[in-house]
Nanobody, 124 residues
Framework: QVQLVESGGGLVQAGGSLRLSCAAS????????MGWFRQAPGKVREFAAA????????YYADSVKGRFTVSRDNAKNTMYLQMNSLKPEDTAVYYC?????????????????WGQGTQVTVSS
């Protein structure tokens, strides 16, 4: 069965950086898309970034474009989210998720497997 485990969250000051990791296991992910979503208290889960596992095509939400970079290491079955110039509004629980295919990559309801999440807190 597919397992996704996030790590790398923490507390950082505004303007700082963090790198999140998502270790994936349980199958080969050829033809899959891997996504990062986030959910702040009292808000709906929103898309942050995604990458196709095989071709490395990347997608970003407008709110993170130019500050966040998604990448993957196929040999390690791991996806990363490098987050720079962090803002207090980036504070949220960050989740990685995966699904087969790459239509509607920004829609969380299209994803089949989710990690447990990692907290990111940005202080002002």
């Amino acid at each position: 069965q597919v397992q996704l485990v996030e790590s790398g969250g923490g507390l950082v000051q505004a303007g700082g950086s963090l790198r999140l990791s998502c270790a994936a296991s349980g199958r080969t992910f050829s033809g899959y898309v891997m996504g990062w979503f986030r959910q702040a208290p009292g808000k709906v889960r929103e898309f942050a970034a995604a990458t196709t596992w095989t071709t490395g095509i990347k997608y970003y939400a407008d709110s993170v474009k130019g500050r966040f970079t998604v990448s993957r290491d196929n040999a390690k079955n791991t996806m990363y989210l490098q987050m720079n110039s962090l803002k207090p509004e980036d504070t949220a629980v960050y989740y990685c998720a995966t699904r087969k295919g790459w239509a509607a990559v920004r829609d969380p309801t299209e994803y089949d497997y989710w990690g447990q999440g990692t907290q990111v807190t940005v202080s002002s």
